[in-house]
Structures are given as C-alpha cells and as structure tokens.
C-alpha cells in the first residue's frame, strides 16, 4: 500500500440534486441515504482499505476546504484546492505533479467523492487488479455492467466475444459519451459495452506522460519549474497555474485520444447517485414501490414516487405515479420522475439565474 495514493474528486455543485444539494452545501456533503454518514465520509474511508490515511488527498473548490476538514478529518495539507472551476483535467494534473513529486512511484486512485458503492469487498478486489494493470503503464478504468439503456452514462465498448467473466481486464476500444436512447438499447444489448464508472487507476507517471502527449499546454502550467510543491510557495503556484489553464475534462483531454486504455469488469453495487431518481432504486420501497426518508409522510393511492422531507415534517400525498417530491432549503419542488433531467435548468430559473 505504500506506493497507492487516493485522489478524491469532490469540487462538484450537484445541481441534479437540487434542492437538497445547493452551491453552499453540494450533496456529497450531505447524507442522502440517511446512514449517519455522508458521501464524502463514506468514500473517504473506503479508500482507507487501499491507501493509508496520510495518502488520501481530496481535490475541491477553495469555498470547500473547511467543510472537507471537518467531515473527512484530514488534514489541510491534503485537501488540494482550486481557486476556480477548470473541471477535471487541470485537478487531475495538479494532483499528479504533487504526488509524482513525494512518489515517483506512486500508483494514484481517482474516484468521485459522490458515489455509492453497496459491496466494498469486491471494490477492493477490483482496484488491486485496476493497479495491477496499471504498473504495465495502462490507464485503467472501471466499467459498470449496464442494469438499463440509461443516456445519462458514458459508455465503454470493448471486445465482449470471449471472457467477460466480472474482473475480468480489457482493452477499450472507444468511449461514448452519453449516447442517446436507441444507441444506449444497443449498447447494452449488445453485451460488450459497460458504464463508465469515472474511478480511475493510473501511476502519477503515466498521467503525467499521457498530459504531455495529448496536453502540453496544461502539462506545463502545472509542472513546476523549480520546487514549488509541497512547500509554502504551492498554493501561489497552483492558483496562477488554474487560472490560465483551459477548462477541460480528463476524458476528453486524455482518455478519447490514448490507446493505452484498459477496463477492469465490475459490478459491486455502484451508483453515481447523479439523479433523485438514481438514488431511488437504492432506497427500501413499500409494497407500492414508494421510497420514503421522512418519519410524518403519508401516502395514499400513490406508487412508485420518492419523497424525502426533514423528520418532523408532516406531509400527505395523494394520486402520484412516479413523481420526485422534496423539501430542502425551504424549497419544495414536485416533478415526475421521468422529467428529473429538467431538474438543472428548472432550479436556476427558480433561484433566479435562469
């Protein structure tokens, strides 16, 4: 474990989660499920089966890092902060260069700190064979076995025409991002494409070879021309190399041009938890398929719906089929479930930026 370092993703705003998650307090933050735990707490210690704690490094948004602090316990020195939103790419190389410079061995695991993962036994098992692969100099990624056609996934294709037995390695072919529905049916009819987890497992030397091919530009912005990391001049030198560096995701910066790219086959109860609705097939259901988190919820002649008020709050519900129904931040919103991708642009009219 030694040479494993977790990098925790955790800079996002969780819009689709509106009105729980908000700017000033993002979902995974938030206990969503209702265990005692939140999201970033339940990652964090997931990660502590993989890498020691003192090698947990959370990426996130400057306004973030108290909030980090307080509910992961680690300290500032490993909550690395962006002064602005570049997306992934520019955190994915500061992290690099970071660690490469404490490491040059170091096998870095990147995954979102937004995530739910039900079978933490597997997940381990599946990483160490992602860090196996990954000292071939392979970047790694897991692949989720498709349950359902869902257009809000990116998409793995791989040869599926032999083994495709769960862990199993293989070389990605192409990536698809969010294809629409009749691509998505074909997809995952076809048996050799998987979701793209957003976990990745790589050495902080072959991101940092793959940035240099692929993105000099960005490369250089973050590869410190003297001895900047890890020392009081780090934050200085990282906020100016953010604010020049364009805005751009690691998949499309690295993944889509690479052709040292391999899937590792998995299916330990995952979930991005990207929607209401995704969160919904994770919750206990009655015998009318309702997913209720609220102790004064009352349901008649209602099916398939999730509703999630504060404890206390009496609420009584009548004919709804399939609808979201949620009170967050003295905000009440109702919208059917198949309509939950409005969600982003229904909450900035309502907040007044739409």
Same mark, same amino acid.
């Given at each position: ?87 992934? *790419? ?15 061995? *170091? ?96 050495? *902080?030397?072959?991101?940092?070879? *793959? ?144």
């Amino acid at each position: 474990m030694n040479n494993n370092f977790g990098v925790i993703m955790a800079g996002g705003i969780g819009s689709r989660f509106w009105p729980m998650s908000q700017e000033s307090m993002p979902k995974q933050f938030l206990d969503v499920l209702g265990t005692g735990k939140t999201l970033i707490q339940m990652t964090t210690d997931r990660l502590k089966r993989i890498a020691p704690a003192d090698q947990i490094y959370v990426m996130t948004n400057a306004d973030y890092a108290d909030l980090v602090h307080e509910q992961t316990g680690l300290p500032y020195e490993q909550i690395l902060t962006e002064p602005m939103r570049k997306n992934t *790419a520019p955190c994915i190389a500061y992290a690099a260069h970071k660690i490469h410079a404490l490491n040059q061995n *170091a096998n870095l695991i990147v995954a979102p700190s937004d995530h739910l993962i039900l079978n933490e036994e597997n997940f381990v098992e599946i990483i160490q064979t992602a860090i196996r692969t990954a000292q071939k100099d392979r970047i790694v990624t897991l692949g989720i076995k498709p349950s359902r056609p869902d257009t809000g996934y990116g998409y793995i294709h791989f040869d599926g025409s032999n083994d495709t037995t769960l862990g199993t390695v293989k070389e990605v072919i192409k990536f698809t991002e969010k294809p629409n529905h009749d691509m998505a049916v074909k997809f995952v009819s076809s048996g050799d494409y998987y979701w793209n987890s957003g976990i990745f497992i790589w050495k *902080a030397s072959t991101v940092i070879n *793959a940035l240099q091919q692929f993105k000099p530009e960005i490369d250089q912005l973050f590869c410190t021309k003297g001895n900047d990391y890890n020392t009081a001049d780090e934050q200085a030198f990282v906020n100016a190399a953010f604010e020049a560096s364009e805005s751009i995701s690691i998949d499309y910066a690295v993944l889509e041009p690479s052709d040292n790219i391999s899937v590792v086959l998995a299916d330990f109860g995952w979930s991005d938890l990207g929607t209401w609705g995704s969160l919904y097939t994770h919750l206990k259901q009655d015998e009318h398929g309702n997913a209720v988190i609220g102790d004064q919820v009352h349901l008649f002649e209602s099916k398939n719906c999730i509703v999630n008020v504060p404890n206390g709050k009496k609420v009584v519900l009548q004919g709804l089929d399939d609808y979201i129904v949620v009170e967050a931040n003295n905000t009440i919103m109702v919208i059917r479930k198949i309509d939950e991708q409005k969600i982003k642009d229904y909450s900035a009219i309502a907040d007044g930026n739409g």
